[in-house]
């Protein structure tokens, strides 16, 4: 699969467990901690954009799929902030 943006190390606030559901979440979280994640955004090898994303200890992995490559940089842009000045080709 093509990548088309790529953040190798950023840190997100998540709460929750990786065999029992996760999430990023806002500070005051109960049981929130942070953690390095990877973030990719790729082909899904047809005509759609897959937003990858991964703790960078390998516990924790989560991807999306969307119609268009604008659409995956909102939904990282909506759930964890990224700015798209944030994304490296």
Do not use: V
Request: aromatic share 14%; proline share 3%; charged share 20%.
């Amino acid at each position: 699969m093509q990548t088309f943006a790529s953040i190798p190390s950023r840190t997100l606030l998540i709460a929750g467990h990786p065999n029992s559901g996760w999430s990023g979440c806002d500070e005051g979280t109960p049981g929130s901690f942070e953690l390095d994640f990877a973030f990719r955004i790729t082909s899904d090898g047809g005509k759609g954009y897959l937003l990858h994303y991964s703790s960078l200890d390998g516990c924790y992995a989560a991807d999306s799929w969307h119609q268009t490559i604008e659409e995956a940089f909102a939904a990282a842009k909506e759930q964890f902030g990224i700015e798209q000045a944030e994304w490296a080709s």
